[in-house]
C-alpha cells in the first residue's frame, strides 16, 4: 500500500482464508459453537465455502471475538510466532486456544482456560476483546463480574502455558463496565470502553435498562506502565455505549475514533497540548421516526469501526438501518461521507417498518438480494483487506440481540459478504459473485461473527 513509512505493516499476499466462530447460542439449536475456516481465494475450488469447522466441547458458550497470542507488538522477536488464536466466550467466560500453526486450514483445539480460573483468579467475567502484549503476555478485557454486573478489567495470560497469571489493572481501579481496548506504548496509554451489564443485555436489548444505569457511556485512560486509571471520558448521552475503539495505524498518532451504539455517533479522542486525553463528536448518523417497530425512533446503532491501514478511510456500520459507511478521515476533525451501501436492516421498502422523517432525507432501501439469497438481517461486524480494496461483512451482532432485532436470521442463518472499495476516491459496491451462506451449514443455521486473517489484520494489530 502506500504506507511505506511504517515498513512492519503487514503487507503481503492476499487473504486466502478467514477464521470466523459460528454461534447457536439462542437459536434452539442444541450444538456447540464452532470456529469456521471459509477459503476466499478467487482461484481456489472451494471458494466461498467453509472448508473446516472446529466445534468446542461445551454448549451456550457464545463465542464472540477473537485475538492472537502474537502480533506485529511483538514485532522483531522471532521466537514470538502467530500459532494460536484466542478465543474467548462472551457468555460462559471459557476461553479457547486454538493451534492454527500446525494446519492453518484445519485449526485444532490446543488448551481451554476453565471460567473458574478466571473467576478465582481475576474476580473478572465475560472476556471480550483480546490483544497480545509485546513481553509475551496476552490481555483479554472483561465485561463482567462473576455475579453478572459490569465490571470493565482485564485478564493477563501467559503467552506461552496460557495459564491465568491475574488482572493487568491495580486492586480496586476496574472501571464500572468494560468492553473493548487499545494501547499505544509509545504514548503510554491504553484506552477502553463500555457496553453494560452482562445480566442486562444477556437476554436482548431494554431502553430501560440505559435510565437504570446499566450501560456505560465512558472512554477509560490508563497508564500503559503503572497500570493506573487516569481519566475517565463521559461521552454524555450523544455518546451512550462506546463499543469499538481504534487509534490510527501510525504509531506516533495520538488520536482515534470509538464508535457510539446507541445514538449512531464516532467520538474522536485525542491528546491535548497539556497531555491529557479529550474526545469530540465528528460523525452522528441521525435516528429516523419510524411506525411499526418497537420503538417510534429508530437509531442506526453503529456497531463495528475500523480504519484502513494508511489511516485514510474509517469504515461502520449502522446494524439497524443497514448500511455500511466509509468516510475519509483525511481531515480527522472533520470526516466526509465517501462511500455508503445498504445490506438489509429494518427499514427495507416491502418491509412493515415505515420511516415517517429521516433528518438524510435517505429513501427506504430494497432488500438485498446476492446469489440468489434475500439476505437477512444487516451488516455489523467488518475487516478489510491489506490493500484497503475488499470490506467483508458479517450480519450477526450476539445471539440475544440477533434474536431480538432480526429472528428471521435465527431461521435462516447469517451470511458474509465482500464490499469492492473505490480506494481512489471513495466508494462501495457488493460483489455479487461472493456470499457464504451460513444458513446451509450442516447443524443447522448458524451466527457468524468477527473476521480474522491468519496473518494479522486491521483490527488485531498494534504498530510500536
Known amino acids: 500500500g502506500e504506507t511505506t513509512e511504517h515498513s512492519t505493516y503487514p503487507t503481503g499476499p492476499r487473504e486466502e482464508i478467514v477464521y470466523l466462530p459460528c454461534i447457536y447460542r439462542n437459536t434452539g439449536i442444541q450444538k456447540p459453537d464452532y470456529l469456521a475456516t471459509v477459503d476466499v481465494d478467487p482461484k481456489s475450488p472451494t471458494y466461498c465455502q467453509v472448508i473446516h469447522r472446529l466445534p468446542m466441547p461445551n454448549l451456550n458458550d457464545e463465542l464472540h471475538h477473537s485475538g ?177 475503539i481504534r487509534f490510527l495505524h501510525d504509531p506516533a498518532a495520538t488520536e482515534g475514533y470509538v464508535g457510539c451504539a446507541l445514538q449512531g455517533t464516532v467520538f474522536r479522542f485525542y491528546r491535548t497540548p497539556k497531555g491529557e486525553w479529550a474526545a469530540e463528536k465528528v460523525i452522528n448518523v441521525p435516528s429516523k421516526k419510524v411506525e411499526g417497530w418497537a420503538l417510534p425512533v429508530m437509531p442506526s446503532l453503529i456497531t463495528d469501526i475500523l480504519i484502513s491501514l494508511d489511516d485514510r478511510f474509517l469504515y461502520f456500520s449502522n446494524w439497524l438501518h443497514g448500511d455500511i459507511r466509509q468516510y475519509d478521515i483525511t481531515n480527522r476533525r472533520n470526516p466526509r461521507l465517501a462511500g455508503q451501501l445498504f445490506l438489509g436492516g429494518s427499514i427495507l421498502n416491502d418491509g412493515p417498518v415505515k420511516v415517517l422523517e429521516d433528518p438524510e432525507n435517505q429513501s427506504q432501501p430494497p432488500p438485498r438480494t446476492i446469489k440468489g439469497k434475500r439476505i437477512p438481517g444487516s451488516p455489523q461486524m467488518l475487516q478489510l483487506s491489506l490493500d484497503g480494496k475488499r470490506l467483508y461483512v458479517t450480519t450477526s451482532l450476539y445471539s440475544g440481540w440477533d434474536k431480538q432485532f432480526y429472528p428471521e436470521m435465527i431461521k435462516e442463518g447469517s451470511v458474509m459478504m465482500q464490499i469492492d472499495v473505490n480506494t481512489a476516491n471513495g466508494g462501495l459496491k457488493v460483489n455479487e459473485n461472493f456470499l457464504v451462506d451460513f444458513g446451509k451449514e450442516p447443524n443447522g443455521p448458524a451466527l457468524a461473527h468477527e473476521l480474522r486473517y491468519p496473518g494479522g489484520d486491521c483490527t488485531s494489530d498494534i504498530w510500536l
Request: net charge negative; aromatic share 10%; glycine share 12%.
Open 68 to 244: 492472537w497470542n502474537a502480533c506485529s507488538s511483538c514485532f522483531g522477536d522471532s521466537s514470538k510466532k502467530r500459532n494460536r488464536l484466542i478465543l474467548p466466550s462472551l457468555i460462559s467466560s471459557r476461553v479457547y486456544i486454538v493451534d492454527t500453526g500446525t494446519d492453518p486450514r484445519a485449526p485444532q483445539m490446543h488448551k481451554i482456560v476453565e471460567p473458574t480460573d478466571i473467576f478465582w483468579k481475576t474476580g473478572l467475567a465475560n472476556p471480550h476483546t483480546t490483544h497480545c502484549l509485546g513481553n509475551g503476555q496476552i490481555m483479554i478485557s472483561s465485561i463482567g463480574d462473576p455475579s453478572g454486573n459490569g465490571k470493565g478489567g482485564f485478564i493477563l495470560l501467559d503467552g506461552k502455558t496460557f495459564e491465568v497469571v491475574g488482572n493487568w489493572e491495580l486492586p480496586g481501579e476496574a472501571a464500572p463496565f468494560g468492553y473493548d481496548f487499545w494501547y499505544q506504548p509509545r504514548h503510554n496509554v491504553m484506552m477502553s470502553t463500555e457496553w453494560g451489564a452482562p445480566k442486562a443485555l444477556a437476554y436482548g436489548f431494554n431502553l430501560e435498562h440505559v435510565k437504570e444505569g446499566l450501560y456505560g457511556s465512558k472512554i477509560h485512560v490508563w497508564d500503559w506502565t503503572t497500570h493506573k486509571r487516569l481519566q475517565s471520558l463521559d461521552l454524555g448521552e450523544e455518546g451512550a455505549i462506546p463499543l469499538e
